[in-house]
């Protein structure tokens, strides 16, 4: 008689086989799980990027009260402004998209704010800062971002500010 106690190599295969369905299930469900991980790494630095150049300029046009804009450059990438709290001084952001720089401050203490270092990351040349005059002018800035992995390709924001308001 036989001795029936062990597999045969039937059995064997497809143990192999159901063994390697399931691993080759997990390793794409591992490999999703880390490019989602890395877009929102991508996506968070991008946000704390913003908020952080928001903070500083939107901040200082509201706090030193924006009197006036003065030489905006036909590109849209070059503007001064002048405030007049606590004392009269002037700043200025400069949009540099080949660089991937924007630069702002007081002559002589300018901040340059590199975009994160992400690969495929870029400062559009669609940025750019409009000064919209008139009696109740206002400054805006439009900063966009670029990378494959955002909505539309773009991750864009604004900052807003109206010019010599009533306070």
């Known amino acids: 008689m036989l001795n029936k106690k062990g597999i045969t190599s039937v059995e064997l295969l497809v143990c192999f086989i159901i063994i390697s369905t399931i691993v080759v299930s997990m390793y794409n469900l591992?490999?999703?799980?880390?490019?989602?991980?890395?877009?929102?790494?991508?996506?968070?630095?991008?946000v704390s990027y913003a908020n952080n150049l928001q903070e500083v300029i939107q901040g200082d046009l509201?706090?030193?009260?924006?009197?006036?804009?003065?030489?905006v450059s036909n590109n849209g990438y070059k503007a001064t402004f002048t405030f007049d709290t606590p004392n009269?001084?002037?700043?200025?952001?400069?949009?540099?998209?080949?660089?991937?720089?924007?630069?702002?401050?007081?002559?002589g203490e300018v901040i340059n704010y590199e975009i994160p270092n992400?690969?495929?990351?870029?400062?559009?040349?669609?940025s750019k800062i409009e000064y919209l005059s008139g009696v109740n002018?206002?400054?805006k800035i439009t900063i966009i971002l670029n990378h494959p992995n955002f909505t539309d390709e773009t991750y864009s924001f604004m900052i807003n500010c109206p010019v010599n308001y009533a306070y």
Not at 30 to 46: A, D, G, P
Not at 118 to 126: G, V
């Open 30 to 46: 591992i490999l999703n799980y880390r490019n989602r991980e890395q877009i929102e790494e991508i996506n968070n630095e991008v």
């Open 118 to 126: 992400i690969a495929d990351l870029m400062l559009s040349r669609d």
């Open 137 to 139: 002018g206002y400054i």
């Open 88 to 107: 009269n001084y002037t700043t200025t952001l400069t949009i540099n998209p080949n660089s991937g720089v924007i630069s702002y401050g007081r002559s």
């Open 62 to 71: 509201v706090m030193g009260h924006l009197v006036s804009v003065s030489n």
